[in-house]
């Protein structure tokens, strides 16, 4: 059986539940490049590179802040833009009406304090007169 196990060996590849030890690694980088600083990085390897940017199915995007935007500006499908515009045009609506309202109060606050400064002086004068006869 020992023989057995001797012929069935191969040479080539050693004994296989006893692998090699594997060497330790080397230090993560011996460049000193990860301690420069962006401008000096730029300097020293010639380095002028921006924020990422793509181009997919004609619309330009470019990453800046941890976000995609579009070249144009924004970061919202057409659809979403669409829908914001409603609600702008619905918001500047209710805005119109309520300034309205506002300045219809305002009118009817006025004429409120006008008649009530009236009826002020009609009180003072109805006592001036109620004096005099006595």
């Known amino acids: ?14 004994n296989p539940f006893s692998p090699k030890k594997v060497p330790p690694r080397k230090s993560a980088s011996l460049s000193s490049l990860h301690t420069l ?3 000096t990085r730029e300097i020293e390897l010639g380095l002028e590179y921006g924020p990422p940017v793509m181009n997919i199915g004609g619309q330009v995007l470019k990453f800046e802040e941890g976000q995609w935007i579009t070249e144009s500006g924004g970061n919202v499908s ?8 409603k609600k702008n045009i619905q918001l500047e609506e209710e805005n119109n009406v309520l300034k309205l309202k506002i300045e219809l109060l305002l009118d009817m606050l006025t004429e409120t304090t006008v008649e009530y400064h009236l009826m002020e002086k009609e009180v003072e004068d109805v006592k001036t007169q109620h004096r005099r006869k006595k």
């Open 78 to 85: 057409s659809r979403e833009v669409q829908r914001l515009k």
């Open 37 to 39: 600083d962006r401008s």
């Open 1 to 14: 059986m020992e023989d057995l196990k001797k012929s069935l060996r191969m040479p080539l590849f050693g």
